[in-house]
Structure formats: structure tokens, C-alpha cells
């Protein structure tokens, strides 16, 4: 009864519904007339408005299947359709591909990938940072979300994963894998710097080299499946993989289709054959060899073979395999296209031979090593072996062609294993495999014309992969249930255990097969009738064809397939010519033996299945413990495949699978081209539907209780809400829905059967109509009675007013009648009056005239009838002439007339006349003498004309030669004619010279009297014009007035526009220097982290040096500690490091560090490079400085040439006096055997003394030398300021300039003077003698009498004891803080463990109570927090008092002990003073000291000091209770100090500490946002005091007289302000990427997904794959948390002393990153994008707008950061129909580019049935309309970009002698001065 009556709710008049059709698969049709229980037919009308009556099945009376809603079509889930059924599935995945441009859709556990035909841009590095991370329903189906789920799974569960793509030839299933490793590889990256992820990537060019192909299909095929194991370690980093191929298809290589190519690498070798290390392969054009021009396609459209080769190699090369064994595989590859090329031609039916000298088989042989003799013979014959005796058979032709392919394919399957072989060498590593994730590309379902055996196994293959996906997703649905606590009812799905036991069982087909292949006779035939005989009767699954007797069909999974059994047992069998095989062996080709020497090892993971004929040919894997001598124990192709299949199911059952199916839209390669029939038969092939059927058999829309309740809260009613939503949820879906089969209530879901959803939505729909209409109602009778009372009270007021003004207007009109009547009469008399004189003066002249014209009328006609007589006269002679002529010429035509009708009647008569008998007969008797006659005259005719002819040729001999008689004379004649010519000429021209001249002279005459006048005219002109040009002088004044005035004008445009450009520039330079400036400050970054690696590394290897016995120390002077804080030490150390860096890499991967030292070397390079660049880029701003640099130069150069020739002129005294030292030990060594030289001696004694006073002085010169040049070194330092400022802060960028210094020398001498500058006292001489005796040791061959001279070797043995017992203590105290570290660590570790406990204990607590009670409980669970921290806090501020009170007391008491003190000491008797006079005590006030505002401290206490102020200090306590930025303040007075006593040392150490000493904290603590924040203030408030007193003007101008006096005196620190601005923009970006973190999980959650407007946007259903933060109780984060964490920020900086400029900035950054973030989120999420989720963001830039207005900082930039996002938001609400609306939408979205426009356009989604959606023609429009921006085709916008930061100068107005140190600082060593 229900079903009844919900089938007639559902099936009524408009309702909509899917029927069959031929041509679409499914068309939509609509119900015209209510359907009733019992009816046979439905009446229908199709969308195209045609109908149609549509007839039920009569036996199972089935409905159609209904459409589901609108809204509820494009989703990302195909299980969140609410009617889950074929045309539905189709439907969706036809609107998303065609309308939305949306390839990737989930269907449950599925992604369903459809290929565009076409690049997208949606696989850049941007996409992959989007999806790291992400849970899978959070983003838009992509392959990257299924590659982070297969990740995150595996790092969660611990368990291997596996991603299984499958599909159609040119569905892309190679693009997709090559995905998914793509993103393995970006988001894991190596545990090591081998790139091995970069391998990984480097395998797809050559796999798909040497297995990919064109096809009809698809232009890159992968002919092969594979399945690629990619390893992590236990940190999940990529560290190796490897790869299992199967079935390659071998056929491939010698036969192709039409429009089909061979094997890619081919070509290659083909279009690269022009290459000179090509040249011996002996290659031409594809087109010239048999194996690459069958198929007659040799090109690719938009492919360069000879380019894909190089990348191919480059490939190689990555992988390890060098340049020979390339070339080997190149020789191979070519000798197999020759192979192809060898003509067998027949000799006889039963034999055939090969032509001697083929060019092809010399070129084959000479590539691979083997006698030319040998293989022409084994290519037309083969061994028989029988038991006794071995025959020699030749073949025909056709079998010695078949032969030498099936050798040809042999040896590519033989290749294609070695190259997967050493493939997978190279991706194998030494490390622990800790878990795997396997990617498998691998066939679909495959059906064509005509199957066979290759078929056959991707078939057998397909229905395993579908066994293991159905029972997959059959568990899956299981554990949901199970999971949420339902009852279980067993799910009906189809099974193909069935069809997999016909295949492999016992007595199955492949059993069968093996079996018939043994026979000795066995034959296709025979084996297709055992198959009919086993299992037609016995299996359903397995049919005969009708008509044939060689085939069988199967019915599979995905639909029935027919097999040809033509050849199936000679593909099974797998035969090759031994011989062959064995002339091979006996190659001189290393590489070809390699292959055959050992088959079982050569062979790859995979073998081949061969094959003579059909389309495909299989590679299978081998069984290894097969024994290749015994042939009766070969494994067939068949049962090889098996158990390779089973392997790989066993695999994949071990991993946790991920599918994706790969569908074929067209078979045109369309691009977005969608053939429903195609997708239909795939979409059943690849079990899609299956899906679709198993989770719509169950109960497949899913919704969480407060979803569901968000939803339907509409169909509620006020007292059905309850503070239980899940009995509330319980109580209205029994009202609504009475069949309580139709859903099941679990643990936190509610469980509807497919139809539900769609039920529901109808109810909501029609009660949201319901109430639409009632507002609509209830609204338009407000307007309208609104609109009446307006409309009345505006008439009323109208008619009042105009009534007034009629009655005014009726007065006003009476007055002025009555004037007017008066006025009217006076002037009516006027003029009549007038008008009557008028008219009487007309009428005389009128009279007058008429008189005249009357008389003049009459005169006139008398002349004209006077003159008419005349004519007339005339006029009727000419007309009487005129008639007698006409009548004369028409009596002739009369006569004519006549005349020729009697003529026409005697032509009649003679007519008739000539056509009787005896006419004729006369005739003819006549024209018979007339014939003879005429004959008789031809003769004669022709006589004459001979004779006559004869005659002309006699006359026109003679007339030729008269003719040329003739011309001779005609040509004299001429010559005399021309003389005659001539001279009448001569005479004519004479003749008109004489006129010419008379006719000159007159002119002349003329000439004269005219220039006469025209002198007199000219006179009077020249007057004329004289006033002219005064009248145009004054006008040419005015003009000129006019002009200055235009150019004043013009000159002030210019300048306005001269103004407006060198803004326009200056905004360029600022622009530029912008990007300079971030340029710099990411090389900085990028400088950052090359430190901390370097760090690493050197820890890395200290930590390797203390683990080995007998390892080396660095030589230092200094503590471990002043090591870590100074630059100096690590260049100290550079030496011994050096040896100690060997000792470890004895113990490490030698490659490794060779690569990781080329890769550091490289970006040290590079970084030096862009730093030049950088530098001379603001060369323009350092030119005023460089002029002042290059006097100072000058001077200083003098000095260091004098000081120079000074220290050349003691090392020449020094080598003097080691020369007399010399000499007087030989001269003792000499004397020793006379005994003169004996001690005690009177000359022993002498010597000895000389000897001593030389070693004095040698060591006096000794120290002068080494002051010298120390003294040298640093003046060389002052010199080159950036080369200082680098060996300060970068150790690597100090030893790239110490590789500079080429001459032994120089190196010296640097290294010398470094060590002087840190030398201890103790060792002041040691350093040049220990370098000088290292590299004495370093010799070849070491002069020990010269190394010991002066005790050399027991001084340095006593340093390096020293050096090592220092060292040890160094170690054994950081052991000890160490160790007090850990433990203080672990017991923070220990109290936030408790917390956390305590804390998940409330949550879950909190969880369980109702919404209301749970917010109750949390707040007073804060309340209690907050308590108890104010108690704590209470408690140390009692403690701090009482601490305060006693300190006073102490100080009171000794105040007045100093009082008494001083009084006894100014109350003492001066000897003049009475011994008993009373002495009263006089409190006399001290005078305070007049302090300078600088710190004293010693060199000891450097350490001390950086350690209290910097590495152990609070910033906390700082900032709460000290003045902001103290620790800058106390440096920087230390730093005037230095200053003050002009100690360049202290100076240095001092600022290298401090800077290296932040750098350790932040990279300590990094992550603490207020750490970080402490530092930025204080190292920008050192860098503004360091500009402060500097005493550069641009800086002084700022400051007071008193603060002008505390100016640095003696250094100029300009470079270490550049230093410290640089470790400033370190900690900036450092503070950008803390506060990045922490902003990072709160911005998707606050920003979209939570409802700042609750009950604005509806929740709708999301399928399998549940968003985790979607809804309210799940989001952990909303718009106020993200807003109190900006408020936390702002107030932490501002308590730290911030400059404000710099909060601005570090503002602006934080809502690029929200905008940012936020926007990229909108652009991969369909389920954003909707109307009412525009709104939600537009509130929420709101309330960070308003949140500006608040902290004063609208001005910093930060609102123009989101106007991409409000712009986003815009687009969402805005209407999207007509043109107008596309302009609109073009000149809005300015900030947004094309790419983002369309991508919101096309995921638009209506979240209620009111809204609409975009139609593909609007964005079409939109795209036509903004094809001409030049813009970036980058869809996302980038995370990570950090605008560059600038520290403008803010000096500070506080008297650093008035700065107070307080105690709890531990600075007493400190002393003011």
C-alpha cells in the first residue's frame, strides 16, 4: 500500500523519467498525465517536445527509472545521486564532462577519469601543494586526491597501498599512473640527495619508448601493463622502486594495422639516423624498413621523434646506464629493423633461400656479431631431432618468414627484459623498505571482431581484477554497516568466481589447453571439441557459436565474447629455432650474449607471449625454477600467465586498493566529445555499475543527523524540534516516510535506499513552494495596498493643489478680460482706421498701374496676330507639299506590292513545275552535256594552270631579281630624297629664324613699353603694399601675443606631462625595485635554508667524527660556544675540518657526498651570481658613494704600499738571520768532531749565546711580521666591504672566496691574518707554525731537521693537547646542558601530555552531552582555566612584592649607611677644630654621574652577555614589563662602547655574536610566533639605532643634541647595517611562515565551510566520500577564531614594540594568504560554489574589513589583497543569462583571470531547486569576450608568495642615558659609562 502510494506521488503529470533509446542509449522524457496503479502505458512528451506513449512490460509491469533532481545533478560522488541507476550514472557523467569541463568523478571508492583529448591545466605543482594534505571528500575528484589518500592511508594505517588503473586503449590510463608517481614524487621527495623520485619519473620515457606505440586509438598506446612498486622509508620519503611488466605485445614489431605505428623508439632511431654516432647502425627513413611502414602512419602530428630520442637517453643516462650500453641497445633495435628487411625468396615448394650479399642481413650480422654464413643458413632451414639420428629440414618461404619474425620478436622481448631489469637495478636502493604504494596499468576488458589467445589472457586477467574490486567494495559496505551499527541483510551481487573456475579450474580451458599442447598431434580442432565436449552441457557460462565449429564463447563479467581457436596452441607453445637462438650465443656482441647467455637470469620478471597472427601478444612472467634443458618440462604461456596473475593477486590483496577507471568518450579523439554508447559498454566493462548496483542494492545515501537536520529542518515543525537532533531526526522521518524499510538509523548516520533522497527533496521542494508562494502572496498585497494608499493620498494632495490653482487662475483670467476688452477696442479703431488709408492709397496705385499694363496688352496683340498671319502663310504651303509626297510614295509601295505577288505566284507555278518527272528528265539530259562539257574544261583549266604555273615561276625569278634591281634604285632615290629633305629643311629654318626674329624684335618693343607701365604700377603697388604690411604687422603682433600666450600654455602642458611621467617612472623604478627586492630577499630564503643544510650536514658529520676512534679535531683557540656565535672560528678550522670531513666520508656513500658537495657548489654559484647581479642593479644608487670610496682608496693605498715594503723588508731580515742560524749549526755540527764545539766550552758558549739572541730576535721579527699582516688583512677587509659582510654571515660564501685566492700566498697570508685576529694569548705564535707544519707534513717527502727547528714539533704537540683538553671540556659541557635539556624537556613533555589526556577526557565528555550543555560545559571548563591561571598569576605577583618590600629595606639601610659614612667623613676636626667641639652630621646630596649612554664589558663576559640577553631570554617578561626593544638598546650601547675605545676586534666579534646568536634562537625556536615577532622588533630597532648614529645626514637630522652626541666616532658600520637587514628579512619570512602555519588549518574551515550565517546555505548529500569539515560541530574553527588569532598577532607585535610600518606589511601578508588560500579552495570545491555561499564569503570579508577598521590599518593594503576573493563571491551572486550580464561579469572581475572566471562559472552549482545553472553558451560568451587579456593561464594563486619587505627608518626619541638595566636580566658585569 505504501509502494503504491509513493509511486503515485512519484509518477505524476511533470514528473520525469529515462527511456530507451537506439541512438543516445537513454533519452529524458516527461509524464503529461498522472500515472495510476494498473494503467499499461505511460503518456510521455521528449524534451524535443515530441509525444509519445510508452508501453509497460506487461510481465513485469516496470516503471521507468526517474530523474533525479536538479540540484542533485554534476555531483563529485556518483553514490550521492539519490536514484542510483544506468542513466542517472550516464547523465552525471555527461554534465560534468560536457558542461562543466570536469573529467575526474568519484562513484564510491571509484574515480572515473574520462579523457579530454585535450591539455588541461589542472597537474602543475600548484594543484599538487592544493590536494597535499587534504582528506579526499574535502577537494573536487581529481587523481592527485586518490594519490594523497594511497599516501596518508599508508603513513595512517601502516599498510601498503595499491592504485589500480585500468581502462580501454586511449582512455589514459598511462597519463593517469604518470600522475599519480608525478605526485608520489613531489609531496614525499628522497631521504637522500640520489633523486631518486627523479628516477622514478625518469622510467616513463623509456617505458613508453620501448612499449608505448600509435594506434587507431590512441597516438601513445602503452602495448604492455606494468606495475611499478614505489618504496618509502619509515619517514615515508621516496627511496627506490620497482617495476613487474605483463603482457607486451610482441606482434607488435613485426605487423601493424593501418594508421598504427611499431614501438616508439624505432621512429626515433629512424629520424636520428642523421646523427654522427648514428652513422654505423646504417639507418635511413621508416619508411625504407618492412617493420615500421605496414601501417603507413610513420609521423605523429605534433610528436618530434628525433627530440623524444634525446629525452629518452637523457633518461638512460639517469638511470645509470652510460653511453655503451646505449649504444648496444641502439645496435640491437637497428639489427632488428634490418632482420625485418631480409627478403627470403623460394627456391621450391619446399624450400627457400636468401639471396647472396643481401645488404640487410650483412648490415644484421655485422650489427650483432654473427657470421653472415651461419644465419642465411638457420633462417631457411631447421634441426629434427629423433632419437637416433638429427635431420636438417628446409623451409618454404612462408615458415622461413615466420621464423625469422618470430627471431625478431624474441630478441625485442629479450631487450625489453634487460632494459626493465636494469631499470629496476637502478631504481633499487640500500635502505629499509619500510611500506610500498603500486601503481597498476594494466588492459581493460578487450572484445573485437575476431578474438584470440591475447584476448583471451587480458579477459582472464580482468574477470580476477573484477573478483578482487567486487568483494572490495562488497567488504567496504559491510564494514559501514557494521560500523554505524545496522542491521545486516546479505547484499546480492554478481559473483564471477564461476567464469574464473571455466578458465583456470581443473579440466578448464587453460587446463584443457596444456593438455592438447602435449599431444603429439594435437590441433585447434581438436581441442575446440573437447572444450564443447567438458563444458557445454556442464557450465551455462560457456556457449558454441551456431555456425562455426572452431570457436567458443564465454560469458564474462562485462558481456560475451566469441574466440577464435585458430592458433591458440601455437601462441601457448611459445616455439623459437633453437638454432638460431644459438647462433646468437656465439655472438662477438657483448650485449646480445648478455641477453642469451642465461635465459632463466636474462629473462625480467615477465616473459612474452609470442604469436604469429592476431592483434596482440602477451609478456607473462616465467617460472623461475623452470630447467631449460629438459624441453618435456616447459611451462606454457598459459600456465606461466596463471601463475604471474596470481602473484600479482596476491599482491594486491596484501596492499589496500585504490581504482580508477579510465574511460574512452570517442573514438575520434575528440576533445570533449561524448559518445553515450561507448561510455554505456565501458562503464559495464570496468565495473562501475557494478558499483552503482551493489551500493544502490544496500542503502547508498548516507547523511550524518545534523545534516540531515541542516536539510530538512524545513519539513518541521516548531514542536518537533527537540534538543536531541537524533530523536528528532527519528520522530519526522516516520512522519514522512511510514515504509520503515526505507531507512535504518545507525550510530552517527542515517541510512536511506536509493529513491529516498529524491522523495525527501520533493517534499522539501513542494513545501518550500508552498511557502514561497504564501511570502509571495502575503508581500504582493503589502506593495499593493501599499501602492493604493500612496497613489490616494497623492491624488488627494494633487487635487487640492490644483483646485487652488484653477480657482487663482479663474481670477486672474477675469482681470485681465476686462482690460483686454478696453485695450481691444482702442486698438480695433487704430486699425481700421490704418488699414483703410492703406487700402486707399493701394487701390489709386493699383488703378494706375492696371491702365498702364491694359494699354501695353493691346499693342502687343495686334503685333502678334499680325505676325501669326505671316505664319500661317507659310506654314500651309509646307503642309499642301507634304501631302503630294506621301501620297507619291505610297502609290509605289502600292505598285511594289503588286509586282511581288504576281512574282511570288510564277515562283509557285515554276516550283510545282520542277518537281514533276518529265521536268526533271529534261534536266538532267541538259546537265548531262553540261558534266562532259564542264570535264572537258577542267582538263583544259588544269593544262592552263601548268603552263601558267611554269610561267609564274619564270616571272617571279625574273621579278625577284628585278625586285632587288628595284630596290638597289629605290634606296639611291631615298638617299637623294633625303639630301633634298635636308637642304628644303635648312632652307624652311632659315626662312623661320628671319620670322622669329622680326617677331622678336616687336616683342621686345612691346616688352619695353609694358615694363614702363608695369615700373609706374609696381610704384603704386609698393605703396599699396607698405600699408599692407603695417596692417599685417599689427596683426602678426596680435598673432605673436597669441602664440607666447599658446606657449606658456603648451610649456605648462609639458611640464604637467613631464610631471605625470616621471611619476609614471618612478612607480616603474618602485615596481622594479620591488621585484628586485623580492628577488633578493628569496635568495636570502633560499641562502636560509643552504645554511641550515649545511648545518645539518656539519652536525651530521661532527656526530660521525665522535662515533669513530681515532678521528681528527679541529685546531680552535676558542670555546665551543664563541664557535657557534663567531664566523671567525669556522674559517679557523678550515684546514683541520677539512681532514676531519675526509676521515668521514670514509664511512659515508662517496657518491652521495661528491653530489651533495657539486649540488652545494652549484647553488653557491648560483647565489653569487644573482647577488652580482643584484648589485650592480643598484649600482645607480652607490655612485656618489663609490667617488668617496675612490679618494679613500687612494690614501689608504699609499699606506699599504709603505707598510708592505716595511713587511718585505723584515721577512728579507728574517730569512737573513735564519741563514746565519744555519751556518752556525753547520759550523758547530763541523766542529763537533775536534770537540771544539763541545758544551761548556768557551766557543760553545758564544755561539750559544749568539745563537739565543738571534732566536730573539727571529721571534721579535716573528710578531712583527704577524701584526703586519693582520694589519694588512683587515685594511684589505675595509677595502671590499661585501666580500666582509659575506665571510661574516655565510661560511660557504667564505670559502667560495677563499677558493678565489689562486696564489699560495694570498691564502696564506688571509689565513694567517684570521687566525691572529682570534688567537687566545696563549697561543699567540702558534697559528702560522702549526699551518706551516701542517703543510710541511702535507709533503711528499717532509724535512724532519727542518720541521723541528726551533722546537717546532713539541710547541704544536703542546698546543693540540691543549687544543683537545679544551675541546673535551667544550664536550663534556654540552653533554651536561644537554642532558639537563632532555630531561627539563621531558618533563614539559610529561605535564603537556597530563594536559592533553585532561583535555581529550573533557572533549569526550563534552561530546556526549547535547549541543547547549556542551557549550555550557566548555565555557565553564575556560572559566576554570582562566581561574586558575589568574591564581598562579596572583600568586608571583605576591611573591614579586614581598621580593620588591624587601629589596626597598635593603636599600633604605644601606642609603643611610652611605649617609652616615659620608657625614662622619665630612664631620671629621681639622687640625685647627676643638677636640670636644659637638660634631653635628650634614646630609649632604651627591651629585649623579653624567652618564654617555654606553656599556662597558669585557672580552670574557661576550659570551655571558650573548647568552643572557639573546639565547636564555624571556620575551614575555620583556615585553609586559620592560621597555620594547631593551636587548637592541643594551647591544647597541655595548656596540658605542667598542666604539668608543676603537677596538675594530670587539666591534667584530660583538656583532657577529649577536647575529649568529638570533640566528640560533629562531632556528631553535622557529615555530613560536612570539619568539619570532620579540626578535623582528629588536633586530629592527638595532638596525634603526645603528642608522641613528651613524652620522650620516640623511639620519642625524632626526635626532636631538644630546642623541648627536652619542654618534659612533671611529666605524663606519653601513656594510653591517646591510648584514643586519638581511637577518631582518630572514626573520620576517620566518614570521610569515609561523604565522602561516598557524593561519593555514583555520582559513578553509572559518572562511567557507562554516556558516557565519546559519541557515543561509543547505547542506547537500555528499555520497561515500564525507567532507570532514562541513558541518558545524565537526568544524573545529570559525571567522571568530581566525579573527582573535589576527587580534593575537596584532596586539603580541604591538606589546613587542613593532614598528608600524611593519605591522602593516606583516597584515597585508596574512590576508593574501587568507584570500589566497581561501580562493584556491573555491576554485577545487564544486560544493562551494553556489549563491548562497558567495553571500557567507562576502559577510565574512566583511568582518575582516571591519576588523581593519578597528586596528587603523585600512591603509596598509590588506582589503586590496582580497578583492580576488570578493570578486570570486561577486561572481557567485551575480545574474548569469543574458550579454549584458557577460559584460557585467568582464568589467566586475577584474582581479580574477580567465581561467578562474570559467572555473567558478563551471562549478556554479544551485544548492535549492530555485537557483539555475550556468549554461555552456554564457560561458562561451565570457570566454569570447576576455580572449584578448594578457594574462597568466595559472589557475591558482600562489600560496607562497611573500610580498617584499621594506624597514623604513624610525628612529626612536628615547636617551639611551637614561635606559635603565634591570636585574632580572643578569647583566651586572655590565658598566655604565
Known sequence: MNMNRELEYMFVQCARVWIPDAEEVWKSAELTKDFKNGDASLQLMLEDGTSIEHKLDPKTKNLPYLRNPDILVGENDLTALSYLHEPAVLHNLKVRFIDSKLIYTYCGIVLVAINPYETLGIYGTDIINAYSGQNMGDMDPHIFAVAEEAYKQMARDERNQSIIVSGESGAGKTVSAKYAMRYFATVSGSTSEANVEQKVLASNPIMEAIGNAKTTRNDNSSRFGKYIEIGFDTRYRIIGANMRTYLLEKSRVVFQADEERNYHIFYQLCASSHLPEFKTLKLSSANDFLYTRQGRS?????????????????????????????????????????????????????????????????????????????????????????????????????????????????????????????????????????????????????????????????????????QQFNMHVFKLEQEEYMKEQIPWTLIDFYDNQPCINLIEAKMGILDLLDEECKMPKGSDDSWAQKLYNTHLKTCSLFEKPRMSNRAFIIQHFADKVEYQCEGFLEKNKDTVNEDQINVLKASKFDLLVELFQDEEKATSPTGQVPGTGGRTRLSIKPDKGRDKSSKEHKKTVGCQFRNSLQMLMDTLNATTPHYVRCIKPNDFKLAFSFDPKRAVQQLRACGVLETIRISAAGFPSRWTYQEFFSRYRVLMKQKDVLSDKKLTCRNVLEKLVEDQDKYQFGKTKIFFRAGQVAYLEKLRADKLRVACIRIQKTIRCWLARKKYLRKRSAAITIQRFTRGYQARCLAKFMRRTQAATIIQKYQRMYVERKRYRQKQAAALVMQTILRAYMARQKYQGLVREHNAVIIQKRVRGWLARCWYKRCLVSLVYLQCCFRRMKARRELKKLKIEARSVEHFKKLNKGMENKIMQLQRRIDEQSKDNRSINEKLVSLETSSTAERERMRGELSRLRGVEEDAKNKGNQVTSLLEQLEKLRKELSSTQKEKKTIEDWAQTYRDEMEKMVSELKDQNCSLKKEKDDLNRL?????????????????????????????????????????????????????????SNVSKPGHRRTDSTHSSNESEYTYNSEYAELEEGSRAAEDVTRGMDTSLTLKLQKRLTELEQEKQSLRNELENREDQFQRARARDDVEFKKARGAELEYESLKRQELESENKKLKHDLVEIRRSLLGNAATGAGAPGSPAYKVVLEQLNASCEELEVRKEEVLILRSQLVSQKEAMHHKDEKETMTEPSAYVEDVSKLKDAGELKQAYIGLKDTNRSPRFIRKPLEVSDLLSRLRSAAPDFHKLNEDGELWLVNQGLKETIRLLEHQLQTQRRGYDSEVESLRGELQNVKEENNRQQQLLAQNLQLPPEARIEASLQHEITRLTNENLDLMEQLEKQDRTIRKLKKQLKVYSKRIGEMGAQTEGQTSPGQMVDEPIHPVNIPRREKDFQGMLEYKKEDELKLVKNLILELKPRGVAVNLIPGLPAYILFMCLRHADYVNDDQKVRTLLTSTINSIKKILKKRGDDFETVSFWLSNTCRFLHCLKQYSGDEAFIKHNTQRQNEHILSNFDLAEYRQVISDLAIQIYQQLIKCMENILQPMIVSGMLEHETIQGVSGVKPTGLRKRTSSIVDEGTYTLDSILRQLSAFHSTMCQHGTDPELIKQVVKQQFYIIGAVTLNNLLLRKD???????????????????????????????????????????????KKKTDEDAEAICSMCLALTTAQIVKVLNLYTPVNEFE???????????????????ESPQLLMDTKMI???????NPSSLALETIQIPSSLNLSFLTRV
Open 1728 to 1774: 562551494m560554489c553556489s549563491w548562497s555561499k558567495g553571500m557567507q564569503i562576502r559577510y565574512n570579508v566583511s568582518q575582516l574589513e571591519e576588523w581593519l577598521r578597528d586596528k587603523g590599518l585600512m591603509t596598509c593594503g590588506a582589503k586590496e589583497t582580497l578583492e580576488p576573493l570578493i570578486q570570486a563571491a561577486q561572481l557567485l551572486q551575480v
Open 298 to 466: 610513420p609521423v605523429i602530428q605534433g610528436v618530434d621523434d628525433t627530440k623524444e630520442l634525446s629525452t629518452t637517453r637523457n633518461a638512460f643516462t639517469l638511470l645509470g646506464i652510460n653511453e655503451s650500453y646505449q649504444m648496444g641497445l641502439f645496435q640491437v633495435l637497428a639489427a632488428i629493423l634490418h632482420l625485418g628487411n631480409v627478403e627470403i625468396k623460394d627456391r621450391d615448394s619446399d624450400s627457400s633461400l636468401i639471396p647472396p650479399n643481401n645488404r640487410h642481413l650483412t648490415a644484421f650480422c655485422e650489427l650483432v656479431g654473427v657470421t653472415y654464413q651461419d644465419m642465411s643458413q638457420w633462417l631457411c632451414h631447421r634441426k629434427l631431432k629423433t632419437a637416433t639420428e638429427t635431420y636438417v629440414k628446409t623451409l618454404p618461404r612462408l615458415q622461413a618468414t615466420n621464423a625469422r619474425d618470430a627471431l625478431a620478436k624474441h630478441i625485442y622481448a629479450k631487450l625489453f627484459n634487460w632494459i626493465v631489469e636494469h631499470v629496476n637495478k637502478a631504481l633499487i636502493t640500500n635502505i629499509k623498505q619500510h611500506s610500498f604504494i603500486g601503481v597498476l596499468d594494466i588492459y581493460g576488458f578487450e572484445t573485437f571482431e575476431i578474438n584470440s589467445f591475447e584476448q583471451f589472457c587480458i579477459n582472464y586477467a580482468n574477470e580476477k581484477l573484477q
Open 1047 to 1103: 606657449i606658456q600654455e603648451q610649456s605648462q602642458q609639458m611640464t604637467e606631462k613631464m610631471a605625470r611621467a616621471i611619476v609614471e617612472k618612478t612607480q616603474q623604478l618602485e615596481t622594479d625595485l620591488n621585484e628586485e627586492r623580492s628577488r633578493y630577499q628569496n635568495l636570502l630564503t633560499e641562502h636560509l635554508r643552504l645554511e641550515e643544510k649545511y648545518d645539518d650536514l656539519k652536525e651530521t658529520m661532527v656526530s
Open 1843 to 1849: 610580498y617584499p619587505v621594506t624597514f623604513p627608518f
Open 1812 to 1830: 539555475e545553472r550556468v549554461s555552456v553558451a554564457f560561458i562561451r560568451t565570457i570566454q569570447t569576450r576576455l580572449r584578448d587579456r594578457c
